[in-house]
């Protein structure tokens, strides 16, 4: 009888790490029927990887495509162990295939209420997003277009004139409408470029 429930948890916690690039937290864990003594002997055993506080992996499932934004999304997770980070800015641009810029770092949004150090090789940036301002793929979620456009035309750190072709090739493949960018750009931040690339278009 313990067997079979043994054989039951892993393919209940299998089932979740398969969706999740390999990855599971502590709490999908115990819901799989995993205590934290099970975990530890797992772990001792190289069943699976401890990869940070409370997350681990099944290192027999291959690593996903975009590995680095599950892992860190996952990482974002509060105490309701639900996810609080969204991909954004240039992490956004390059997953919506608006840039050919690699960025260096994984960007991500977090709420203002965010306590928790950037890791090694991810930029966070604190402020609200709505929730009709992303969009999930997968594990994670992403800024739509729109807001990604918003929130790169804030800042300087991509370059003016790759601004421009994103905001060209957005339009151009029906990312975004019109309409709401020049609604975006009425209503973005003062230093924001958009309102002048906007006006460039009429």
Sequence with gaps: MAYRDTQHALRKLTAVAAVQGGYFTAQQAEQAGYVYPHLTYHVNR?????????????????????????RL???????????????????????????DMLPGKVHLTVP?????????????????IAEYESTAWGVYRVTTPLRTLTDIAAESAVPSEQLRVAVH????????????LRAAAADTDPHSRLPKLVAALS
């Design 46 to 70: 190289g069943n699976f990887e401890r990869v940070g506080r409370g997350l681990y992996r099944i290192p027999t499932i291959p690593l996903s495509e975009h590995d680095d934004l599950i």
């Design 73 to 99: 999304t996952l990482w974002s997770r509060g105490r309701d162990d639900v996810p609080q980070a969204v991909v954004s800015h240039q992490s956004a641009l390059s997953l919506h295939e608006l840039s």
């Design 112 to 128: 203002r209420s965010f306590r928790r150090a950037a890791p090694p090789g991810c930029t966070l940036h604190k402020t609200d």
């Design 169 to 180: 090739d957005a339009l151009e493949r029906g990312l975004v409408v019109l309409s709401r």
